[in-house]
């Protein structure tokens, strides 16, 4: 089956850092790629639509320039949290589309981000 | 985009039938109906998708009425391994606007 990956799976950074998450599709290629986040007990926020070759479509709310997205090819996409807070914490998970089979979206393990 | 209600929580033992309803009342033409599982600190993962009536892979059921207005997730027989949160997303596969609802957290007692 398809496969999604993302690194690091956990990272601790001091307040004032930034932090790079990888999403890769390991064995299709995604033009569409998405980003969430999560909160615990909570339900997965969509924060961005990533299509390769182009800019982010960011939801209402989220801060486009603390989150820095970049699809540079159909099976990489990264989420850069710019000058990270506590407030940050949180986990991250992407999801990749299928570029053949549009109806099918695959789901990263997530990244678990703690901000000190 | 088709708001999605389900119920916040429910309770099972082991060997029974499952069934999940999420109502989707303004649910569009173009929309599809499908659910994720989501054990805690992981990634959704995909159980199954349908658009109208009945959709049934090697995991589950889907259950769809002709008005398309709800859909029954049916897990045969759980197990304690099935404890876990269950998503409902209606949204049009093709314009990118999947969004998930509060879920469903699903306990199976032994």
């Known amino acids: 089956g398809a496969v999604v990956s993302q690194h690091p799976s956990r990272v601790i950074c001091k307040s004032g850092t930034s932090v790079k998450i990888e999403c890769r599709s390991l064995?299709?290629?995604?033009?569409?790629m998405f980003w969430y986040r999560q909160f615990p007990k909570q339900s997965l926020m969509l924060m961005a639509t990533s299509n390769e070759g182009s800019k982010a479509t960011y939801e209402q709310g989220v801060e486009k320039d603390k989150f820095l997205i970049n699809h540079a090819s159909l099976t990489l996409s990264t989420l850069t949290v710019t000058s990270a807070h506590p407030e940050d914490s949180s986990f991250y998970i992407c999801?990749?589309?299928?570029?053949?089979?549009?109806?099918?979206?695959?789901f990263g393990p997530g990244t678990r981000l703690t901000v000190t | 985009l088709a708001k999605t209600t389900q119920p916040i929580s429910m309770d099972s033992y082991e060997g029974q039938e499952v069934n999940i309803t999420c109502s989707h009342n303004n649910i569009a033409t173009n929309d599809y109906i499908t659910w994720y599982q989501q054990f805690p600190s992981q990634g959704p993962r995909f159980i199954i998708q349908g658009y109208k009536t009945k959709v049934t892979n090697e995991v589950a059921s889907l259950f769809i009425p002709a008005d398309r207005k709800s859909s029954t997730l049916s897990l045969p027989r759980v197990s304690l391994s099935d404890t876990a949160v269950y998503y409902c997303?209606?949204?049009?596969?093709?314009?990118?606007?999947?969004?998930f609802g509060a879920g469903t957290r699903l306990t199976v007692k032994p």
């Open positions: 064995d299709f290629q995604a033009t569409t």
């Open positions: 999801s990749a589309r299928h570029t053949g089979h549009p109806y099918e979206q695959y």
């Open positions: 997303l209606v949204g049009d596969i093709y314009n990118n606007d999947m969004r």
